[in-house]
């Protein structure tokens, strides 16, 4: 099968087709080093709930709980909402549970809020997301911890009207790649796993999630690293989302 003739193209979100600019954020403290945080649309929940600690703290403890749902994450392939990193951070500050359940999808939504305006969508990747649409089904699958602020992103950015399947890994309760969320897409699509092309930058997470469902896969390897040696090579490599449009024609 030529490239040309996929039925359906499938898309990785971040990274992909959105980049992340952590500039529009405010630095804090944490650990002795300045980093960009979404502290300052949720500081003022923090202080209701835990009155004694301050932004700097708490900010230590969730990058603490980050990195343990990380490996949480890579060890079972379940996907944790943004809530859960919230409630684990709030109970280690020392807030009874009930408030943390109470409080975490609250700071989770505010936090989500900046990253969803710390997002961007550049003009050459929509030209190509369109020009996929017009020649195929389209879908965006992504591992991300929060489904409504995946869908508010798309919609931010003009892409919800461009595709036919949205597949959220927090949604689904698993993560790429776990090949449940290309074929959760596919079925969606109506498309064989021989009709599709998976698209993404993320070589174990994309590629890895295209080969165990039996879907060619296009790797974005932006940095040039080439394809790892102890794995199985995607069926094209490019190193720009630009190149995917030449995989479409």
Known sequence: MSAGRYAAVLFDLFGTL???????LSEIAIGGRRVRSTAHLWAHLLA?????????????????????LALERIASSIEFP????????LVQVGCPEP???????????????????????????????????????????TNFDDTGTAYAILDRHDILRR???????????????????????LRDLGTPASGALMVGDNFVEDVGAAHAAGVDAAWIDVGDRGV????????????????VAALLD
């Open 163 to 185: 595709v036919g399947s949205v597949v959220v890994s927090e949604a689904v309760g698993l993560r790429k790649p776990h090949p449940v969320l290309v074929r959760l897409a």
């Open 228 to 243: 790892p040696p102890t794995l199985a090579p995607p069926r094209y490599v490019v190193r720009s989302f630009a190149e």
């Open 48 to 68: 209701d709930v835990a009155p004694g600690v301050s932004v700097e703290q708490f900010g230590e403890v969730l990058a603490a709980v980050s990195d343990e």
């Open 99 to 141: 408030v943390a359940l109470e409080a975490a999808p609250a700071l989770a939504r505010a936090h989500m809020g900046g990253i969803a305006a710390a997002t961007r969508f550049p003009p050459e990747r929509a030209a190509v997301l369109a020009r996929a649409s017009e020649r195929a089904g389209v879908a965006v699958i």
């Open 82 to 89: 943004s809530r859960e990193r919230f409630r684990r951070a």
């Open 18 to 24: 959105i980049d992340f600019d952590p500039g529009v």
